[in-house]
């Protein structure tokens, strides 16, 4: 089964500097891997996603992630921190095509502030 | 575009009142809705997977008598808390897949529900 791993559980940066949430997976084969932004009491926004080809993805609102298979990881980029980015953020995988569908695995998330 | 929406946001009622929370999907098709449970300050727990027109296929754990779910059409599944008790108090969200070729279709979610049962 799969599984995902966020290790940082909360993250300060100060506006305009850079930031890099971390991701880890395991699944046997190669994954589907996702990231989802969470604001207080809502919903989540899909940020962006990786299924093949180009291991580094864009996203929404100026974020960008990287796939690395010999690391097992899909950490989630952006160069420069707008004050409105501070929400909650998960990663998450789910198994390709013959491996269960859609179903999505969430890692644990990560609590993003933002300093003014 | 795919959009879901999700009524109520937030329901507040006395114990052994039953529940009945609306996932729609307003621009797309969806075969496959899910639903999670979301407690403070953790990660979403997947509680069953709904396919429109099949019985919902819930996740080890969660009580399918307790948790009721209907996928009626492409566009709507509810969940019904049967008999709530204040262990039930929780965030819920449902999130929508589209049809055009399952395997890459991301899902799209909800604004969510609180619950909170008195």
């Known amino acids: 089964a799969q599984s995902v791993t966020q290790p940082d559980i909360h993250i300060t940066v100060s506006e305009g500097a850079s930031l890099e949430l971390r991701c880890n997976y395991s699944?046997?084969?190669?994954?589907?891997l996702f990231w989802y932004v969470q604001s207080p009491g809502q919903g989540l926004q899909l940020l962006l996603k990786y299924f093949s080809g180009d291991t580094l993805v864009q996203g929404i609102k100026g974020f960008e992630a990287e796939f690395k298979r010999s690391q097992s990881s899909f950490n989630l980029r952006k160069p420069s921190v707008h004050w409105s980015d501070a929400a909650e953020y998960f990663c998450?995988?789910?198994?390709?095509?013959?491996?269960?569908?859609?179903?999505?695995?969430f890692g644990t998330g990560t609590q993003l502030k933002v300093e003014l | 575009g795919a959009v879901v929406s999700q009524h109520p946001s937030r329901v507040i009622c006395k114990s052994g009142t039953s529940v009945k929370i609306e996932c729609r999907s307003l621009?797309?098709?969806?075969?496959?809705m899910f639903w999670y449970r979301q407690f403070p300050k953790q990660s979403l727990m997947l509680m069953a997977t709904?396919?429109?027109?099949?019985?919902?296929?819930?996740e080890q754990g969660v009580e399918k008598d307790k948790f009721l779910i209907n996928h009626a059409s492409l566009t709507l599944s509810t969940l019904t808390v049967t008999s709530a008790h204040p262990e039930d108090s929780s965030f819920y969200i449902c999130?929508?897949?589209?049809?055009?070729?399952?395997?890459?279709?991301?899902?799209?979610f909800g604004d969510g529900t609180r619950l909170s049962i008195l």
């Open positions: 709904s396919n429109e027109g099949s019985k919902a296929t819930y």
């Open positions: 699944y046997g084969a190669t994954p589907y």
């Open positions: 999130s929508a897949a589209g049809t055009g070729g399952s395997s890459n279709q991301p899902q799209h």
């Open positions: 998450a995988v789910r198994a390709g095509v013959t491996g269960g569908g859609n179903k999505l695995t």
């Open positions: 621009d797309f098709q969806a075969t496959t």
